[in-house]
């Protein structure tokens, strides 16, 4: 029976901090009035989530009444696209860019745009997971009205060139949107430099709970409401503020942003500790960009291992790791972003994602070696 446990899942979800616990708890036990009452506790709730809007416009250098708070970053993926592509619509334009290895929020609703008429363009990576503004300039056509490319993958931990991305789109008139949901807190967010109008990202891939996340929406995009009902946040998302999740989310994000350039050296540092000893496997294969990736990402296929398997037995050895984006666990087709890489069905089939968090030790790493080597071996030899 193993007595040791790693935790290397963090693209999934990451555990709720110190601090963010902390700051949600007088919330949830004391200050606990609804933001839209006229009283004295009412008003503390709409001062908190205020703080919060603050601590956000900080970290994505925006500005607090740019920041919509949400239920994740699902709900931000879907307000973004869907209510683009309803704006674009009234235009006369129903062209939408995006890539193959978006997010199934993204990827999904494109699906259903197309079914509303849409002409959705999916742009193929190449076979580091890269995307280029020159493969969007190639696609963007008169009636082009949103390009949506991820800030970084939640898979493979590739990193794409928003900047570059959204002045093309801004030079075209055409609204860009990025799912910056595992870039936040690793990698600097500043919507300005970036040149997006829409930005989604998620609270519980940064310490704090499940269940809240913000669209970042810039000043003159009239992007219409994707919830009706109240009048909450000036009009645009409906429903009673979960005051003590945004309170966690506007605290995580003050704390991943800190110091995210020494937080970003030593986890990469771990990581590329991790794709060395990974890499002596035989028949091991990185995948994603090796350089140009996320500081705590790893994603390798092991020709000829069965994932699944793979996985079984680092959860017996105590290890926490998946194959694949949490969301799509339980499904027996090869990951798509992989699929779109140019990985054939079993290297696809056979990837390991190890995604490494604040908690994360060298000696944990060492582990991690060591029993996926032992692993692979085992399976390989079946």
Known sequence: MQDRFIYADNAA????????????????????????????????????ILAAAQQAASA???????????????ESDNWALRSAARLGSEQGKRHIVTTMIEHHAVLKCCGELEK????????????????????????????????????????VGTIQPVAEI????????????TDAVQAVGSIPIDTAAMNVDMLSLSGHKIHAPKGVGALYIRSGVALPPFMLGGEQQRGRRAGTENT?????????????????????????????????????????????????????????????????????????????????AACASGSLEPSHVLT????????????????LGDDTTEDDVQYIIEKVAAAAARIGGL
């Open 166 to 177: 959204g002045a093309l789109c801004r030079s075209r008139g055409v609204l860009f949107h």
């Open 244 to 324: 003590a999740g945004i309170v966690g989310l506007g605290q995580a994000l003050a704390d991943v942003t800190s110091d995210i350039g020494g937080r970003s050296a030593r986890l990469a540092k771990l990581r590329d500790r991790l794709i060395s000893g990974l890499m002596e496997i035989p028949s091991a294969r990185l995948n994603g960009h090796p350089s140009e990736r996320l500081c705590g990402n790893v994603n390798i296929s092991l020709d000829g291992v069965d994932g699944e398997s793979l996985l079984l037995m680092l959860d017996a050895a105590g290890i926490c790791a998946s194959s694949g």
């Open 13 to 48: 979800t990451t555990k709720v901090s110190k601090s963010v616990l902390e700051a949600m708890l007088p919330v949830l036990a004391e200050q606990y009035g609804n933001p839209s009452s006229a009283h004295k506790m009412g008003r503390e709730a709409s001062r908190l």
């Open 340 to 355: 779109a890489m140019g990985l054939n069905g079993q290297l696809a089939r056979g990837s390991l994602r190890l995604t």
């Open 116 to 155: 509303q008429g849409f002409e959705v363009t999916y742009l193929r990576p190449d076979a580091q997971g890269r995307i280029t503004a020159g493969q969007v300039e190639a696609a963007l056509r008169e009636d082009s009205c949103l390009v949506s490319v991820m800030a970084a993958n939640n898979e």
């Open 60 to 74: 994505l250098g925006c500005k607090p009444n740019e920041i919509y708070f949400t239920s994740g970053g699902t």
